[in-house]
């Protein structure tokens, strides 16, 4: 499914105000504890990023580049 950071806000106003439903579009959710709710946000932020590393916008891991010389040929 694509995140949206439009959902991320929507589940992090939520948690600011100390609810458990979220609504976004058509869809509500309702969740039973705080901590589901915090993994959720976790799991929309690992899907954001996911999504960002696959179109690019996102680098991945970062290039070495390793140089190494000695005296003569």
Do not use: N
């Amino acid at each position: 499914m694509a995140h949206t950071e439009a959902q991320l806000q929507a589940l992090e106003t939520a948690l600011a105000k100390g609810e458990h439903r979220v609504s976004f579009g058509d869809k509500t959710v309702e969740y039973r504890s705080v901590d589901e709710l915090k993994a959720a946000i976790r799991e929309v932020k690992r899907g954001i990023l996911e999504q960002a590393a696959a179109t690019g916008l996102w680098p991945g891991a970062p290039r070495q580049i390793r140089v190494t010389t000695s005296k003569g040929f």
